[in-house]
């Protein structure tokens, strides 16, 4: 279940008390944890379960771009 294409970024949430990560390239695709590599782990997860969420309503799947650059 190892998606790790996709881009991931993780920051600490003061007002969350937990780490955040989100994958810019899957829309809404978000999880926390309460340490780093909890965050890893969920967020696996939920890639996982939206690439299954989409396929399951025939949606199209974004090419992991890995590391997105903005000009």
Known sequence: MNNSKYEIRIYWSASDNAFIAEV???PGCMAD???YSDVIENIQIVIHEWIE???SLNRTIPVPKGKLVYA
Do not use: R
């Open 33 to 35: 944890g309460n340490s």
């Open 24 to 26: 810019p390239e899957l």
């Open 53 to 55: 969420t989409a396929k």
